[in-house]
């Protein structure tokens, strides 16, 4: 292993997270993320939370699609988002980390940041205002 792999990894040992709040969609990327999960809460006393995010609306921009249809489209990507999160949670379950799921509607990067900012103790500030 290169040094500065080792050196990485030997400080991420020494870092304890309570809570681990992971964002999954269906990009590649979350196979990864989920294995960095399990690195960094595995033998731990880590709290897990996985959180996937399924669109409220349907904006078509068709005018003649039945809005039956739409609702049909909505249900199917909700089953769909519930579907990512279990598999996520065998995933992580397989290597002895218990996680919650979460389930939000809306806009998935504004659903996120307000579930993680109501969903921890931190008082949260963003770009050059926190400096």
């Known amino acids: 292993m290169p040094n500065?792999?080792?050196?990485?990894?030997?400080?991420?040992?020494?870092?304890?997270?309570?809570?681990?709040f992971v964002a999954i969609d269906k990009s590649e990327i979350t196979n990864?993320?989920?294995?960095?999960?399990?690195?960094?809460a595995q033998n731990k006393n880590t709290q897990v939370t996985l959180v996937n995010v399924s669109h409220a609306y349907v904006n078509s921009g068709m005018p003649y699609i039945p809005e039956s249809y739409l609702e049909e489209m909505l249900n199917?990507?909700?089953?769909?988002?519930?579907?990512?999160?279990?598999?996520?949670?065998f995933k992580l379950a397989a290597e002895g980390i218990f996680a919650e799921t979460i389930h939000l509607k809306g806009d998935p990067a504004h659903e996120i940041l307000n579930y993680a900012k109501t969903a921890t103790n931190y008082y949260w500030k963003s770009g050059a205002k926190r400096y």
């Not at 993320?33 to 399990?38: P, Q």
């Open 32 to 40: 990864k993320i989920l294995e960095a999960t399990v690195e960094i």
């Open 76 to 89: 199917e990507m909700e089953k769909m988002s519930l579907e990512q999160l279990q598999q996520a949670r």
């Open 4 to 20: 500065q792999l080792r050196h990485t990894k030997e400080r991420i040992d020494l870092i304890m997270f309570e809570k681990i």
